[in-house]
C-alpha cells in the first residue's frame, strides 16, 4: 500500500483496491476520515460530513458521485481535490461538489504532481472520470470551524467565564459551593449538640440504661460512645471548615503563558505549563430517562451522576482540573443533537458537543493551543 503525507498530520494511503484519507492526532494515532473501497460506497466519518455538508448518514452511493476534480483556486492559491455528486445531493446542499484535501506550498508544481496522483488513484478506486480544470467550479470557502457555544458555561458547582479583559479562560467555583458546605457544617454541628446533649443528660440521670437489645457488651458505654460520635462530628466540621479555606476556587488558563493556575482567592496554589499538556479529558456518567430507551436518548430526564474534566500530561499522569459528583438532571445544549455514541473513549469534535461540560473541555482545548480532547462515556 502507498502512503504519502499531504499535511504534517494527515496522509493518504492507497492501493488498487482502497483508498483512505487518515488524521493523526498529537500521539500519532490515527482517525479515518474518509474510505473509498472498489465496488462499494463513499463512506466518511461524521466531523467529515459536517465540515463538508455531506449527509449524516456517513456514506454516498458511486451512483451518486461524478468525478474526481482536480482544480487551481486562485482565491485561495491553492490545489484542490474533490468529487462532483449528483443533481438531487447538490440541491440539497447548494454544491455540486466538496472538497477532500488542499494543497498549499511555495512550490505549486510539486503539489499538482501529488495531487494528480492521489486524485487519480482515488478515480481508479471508485470506478469514476478524473478531470483537472485551472478553477474550481463553484467555488466552496474554507471549511470553517464549529463555534464553540458562548460563555459563561454552567456547570454545577463551577462556572466557566472569560475575564473581564476577555484575555483569560477561567472555571471558578460558585456560590452555591460554599452554601452547600455551610448547610453541611451546620448539620453535622445540629447533630453534635444532639450527641453530646444526649450523652450528659443520660450520664447525669438516675435512670438505668437497657441491658437487652443493644449490640454493645455494656451498655454503660453507650454516653461515652455518644461522645466519639460527636468528637467525629467536630473532626467533620473542622474538615470542611479547611477544605472551605484552602481548597481552590478559581482555575485561569492564560492563552498568551500558555499556563494554567489554581488560585484561593489571590493566592496560587499550583501552576502547570500547557506544554506540558498533551490532551483534554472529559467524563461522564448518565442514566438514561425511562426504561426501554436507546441509551443516552438525550431527555430531559436523563440523571446526570458524575462529571469531570482532565488534564493528562505528558508524562502520563492526569491533573484534575473539574469534579461534579452531584446528583442533577442532564441536559443538552440549546439545539444540541441527540448523541449516538457508545460506552468508550472517543475524539470529541465541537460539532459533536452536546453538553456544557464537553464544551467547556473544548474551550480549555483552544485556549492552550488547540489540544487533542478525548471524551469518556459511560452510562449507569
Same mark, same amino acid.
Given at each position: 500500500m502507498t502512503r504519502i503525507a499531504v499535511l504534517p498530520n494527515t496522509l493518504v494511503d492507497y492501493n488498487a483496491e482502497a483508498w483512505r484519507l487518515i488524521q493523526l492526532n498529537n500521539r500519532a494515532e490515527p482517525k479515518l476520515l474518509l474510505e473509498a473501497k472498489s465496488g462499494l460506497s463513499l463512506r466518511f466519518s461524521g466531523a467529515f460530513a459536517v465540515s463538508r455538508?455531506?449527509?449524516?448518514?456517513?456514506?454516498?452511493?458511486?451512483?451518486?458521485?461524478?468525478?474526481?476534480?482536480?482544480?487551481?483556486?486562485?482565491?485561495?492559491?491553492?490545489?484542490?481535490?474533490?468529487?462532483?455528486?449528483?443533481?438531487?445531493?447538490?440541491?440539497?446542499?447548494?454544491?455540486?461538489?466538496?472538497?477532500?484535501?488542499r494543497f498549499t506550498d511555495e512550490d505549486p508544481d510539486l503539489h499538482e504532481a501529488k495531487a494528480r496522483q492521489l486524485g487519480e488513484a482515488l478515480a481508479a478506486t471508485l470506478g469514476i472520470p478524473f478531470i483537472t480544470r485551472d478553477e474550481i467550479i463553484e467555488q466552496e470557502p474554507a471549511p470553517q470551524?464549529?463555534?464553540?457555544?458562548e460563555l459563561p458555561l454552567d456547570l454545577g458547582m463551577w462556572q466557566m467565564e472569560r475575564t473581564e479583559a476577555q484575555s483569560e479562560l477561567q472555571l471558578r467555583r460558585q456560590s452555591r459551593w460554599k452554601s452547600a458546605r455551610r448547610r453541611q457544617i451546620a448539620w453535622y454541628a445540629l447533630w453534635m449538640i444532639i450527641y453530646i446533649w444526649v450523652a450528659?443528660?443520660?450520664?447525669?440521670?438516675?435512670?438505668?440504661?437497657?441491658?437487652?437489645?443493644?449490640?454493645?457488651?455494656?451498655?454503660?458505654?453507650?454516653?461515652?460512645?455518644?461522645?466519639?460520635? @460527636?468528637?467525629?462530628?467536630?473532626?467533620?466540621?473542622?474538615?470542611?471548615?479547611?477544605?472551605?479555606?484552602?481548597?481552590?476556587?478559581?482555575?485561569?488558563?492564560?492563552?498568551?503563558s500558555k499556563s494554567i493556575r489554581g488560585l484561593h482567592g489571590n493566592s496560587q496554589r499550583w501552576q502547570i505549563s500547557a506544554g506540558g499538556v498533551q490532551s483534554v479529558y472529559v467524563s461522564e456518567?448518565?442514566?438514561? @430517562?425511562?426504561?426501554?430507551?436507546?441509551?443516552?436518548?438525550?431527555?430531559?430526564?436523563?440523571?446526570?451522576?458524575?462529571?469531570?474534566?482532565?488534564?493528562?500530561?505528558?508524562?502520563?499522569?492526569?491533573?484534575?482540573?473539574?469534579?461534579?459528583?452531584?446528583?442533577?438532571?442532564?441536559?443538552?445544549?440549546?439545539?444540541?443533537?441527540?448523541?449516538?455514541?457508545?460506552?468508550?473513549?472517543?475524539?470529541?469534535? @465541537?460539532?459533536?458537543?452536546?453538553?456544557?461540560?464537553?464544551?467547556? @473541555?473544548?474551550?480549555?482545548s483552544q485556549t492552550l493551543g488547540e489540544l487533542p480532547v478525548w471524551y469518556d462515556r459511560r452510562h449507569k
Open positions: 455538508d455531506l449527509p449524516e448518514t456517513g456514506e454516498v452511493l458511486v451512483n451518486d458521485l461524478g468525478q474526481v476534480l482536480l482544480g487551481w483556486s486562485r482565491q485561495s492559491t491553492s490545489w484542490q481535490l474533490g468529487i462532483t455528486l449528483s443533481e438531487e445531493i447538490s440541491l440539497a446542499r447548494n454544491s455540486r461538489w466538496f472538497e477532500i484535501l470551524p464549529v463555534p464553540l457555544a450528659l443528660a443520660t450520664l447525669g440521670s438516675d435512670l438505668g440504661l437497657p441491658n437487652a437489645g443493644t449490640l454493645i457488651p455494656n451498655p454503660d458505654w453507650l454516653p461515652y460512645l455518644a461522645l466519639v460520635v @460527636a468528637a467525629l462530628l467536630l473532626l467533620q466540621i473542622l474538615r470542611q471548615l479547611w477544605v472551605g479555606l484552602r481548597a481552590t476556587n478559581t482555575i485561569v488558563f492564560n492563552p498568551y456518567i448518565v442514566k438514561p @430517562a425511562g426504561r426501554g430507551r436507546l441509551p443516552f436518548t438525550g431527555s430531559a430526564h436523563s440523571t446526570y451522576y458524575h462529571g469531570e474534566i482532565n488534564l493528562h500530561l505528558l508524562d502520563g499522569s492526569y491533573v484534575p482540573v473539574l469534579l461534579d459528583q452531584v446528583k442533577r438532571t442532564y441536559s443538552l445544549l440549546p439545539g444540541a443533537a441527540e448523541p449516538d455514541r457508545e460506552d468508550g473513549v472517543w475524539a470529541l469534535e @465541537a460539532s459533536e458537543a452536546n453538553t456544557a461540560l464537553q464544551m467547556a @473541555a473544548l474551550h480549555i
